[in-house]
């Protein structure tokens, strides 16, 4: 496609229960970012890929969470045990980072996640 | 550590008229700075940027305003439409590394 895709779009679980989330960046995009929005909150940074590795991992809220990537393309959210207090929307996005210019950050549409 | 303030959480404005949002920030090694506009249920679209060595940049109806000595900048849009309602996101970055988010303003443009 010719966005960013994530997956599911919404996803509803049981407080306790491990979630994984998926993203899809744009093809040839080597930089990759999660965010998250709570309600009626901004947007929170979470970590940031630049191909496979992550040199900031400084906004996960906590060991419950984690994020991998393979093969410098899809990435997965992992949260484990999850909370109440992690129902939100978590946005992914990629960049091409090319290191003579700046580019912008495309976003997809986010995953919604309720946690009962 | 909220690196990018944005410190109106709304905004309402007549159709026609100009509407500025405000954007602070803290970390004076940001040389990369962008708007972004969010419609519901939709993620965030990149809307207008500018790098530190700027001070201005205009495209169409929406010019951003850089003021590097008191760490501020501001969206411009003229003249503001019902469509342009939405909230609207102020980010920056070191150089094109990780992106600093502020927390919104919902801007909305009345007819």
């Known amino acids: 496609g010719a966005g960013v895709s994530q997956s599911p779009s919404n996803k509803v679980t049981e407080k306790g229960k491990d979630v994984e989330l998926r993203c899809d960046p744009i093809?040839?995009?080597?930089?990759l970012y999660w965010y998250r929005q709570s309600l009626g909150q901004g947007l929170e940074f979470l970590i940031y890929?630049?191909?496979?590795?992550?040199?900031?991992k400084s906004g996960l809220p906590s060991d419950r969470f984690s994020a991998e990537r393979t093969g410098g393309s899809v990435s997965t959210l992992t949260i484990q045990r999850t909370q109440q207090e992690d129902s939100a929307v978590y946005l992914c996005?990629?960049?091409?980072?090319?290191?003579?210019?700046?580019?912008?950050?495309?976003f997809g549409n986010g995953t919604r996640l309720t946690v009962t | 550590d909220q690196q990018v303030k944005q410190n109106s959480p709304s905004l309402s404005v007549q159709e026609g008229r100009i509407s500025i949002l405000n954007c602070d920030y803290t970390?004076?090694?940001?040389?990369?700075f962008l708007w972004y506009k969010k419609y519901p249920a939709e993620g965030p679209t990149f809307l207008i940027s500018?790098?530190?060595?700027?001070d201005k940049n205009e495209d169409g109806r929406f010019t951003v305003f850089l003021n590097k000595s008191a760490k501020h900048l501001s969206l411009h849009i003229v003249p503001s439409q019902p469509g342009d309602s939405a909230v609207y996101f102020c980010?920056?970055?070191?150089?094109?590394?990780?992106?600093?988010f502020g927390a919104g303003t919902r801007l909305t443009v009345k007819p």
């Open positions: 996005a990629s960049s091409p980072r090319r290191a003579t210019t700046y580019s912008p950050l495309h």
């Open positions: 093809s040839g995009h080597t930089a």
């Open positions: 890929f630049q191909g496979n590795s992550a040199p900031d």
């Open positions: 970390n004076s090694m940001f040389d990369y």
């Open positions: 500018i790098s530190s060595i700027k």
């Open positions: 980010a920056a970055s070191v150089a094109n590394n990780d992106m600093r």
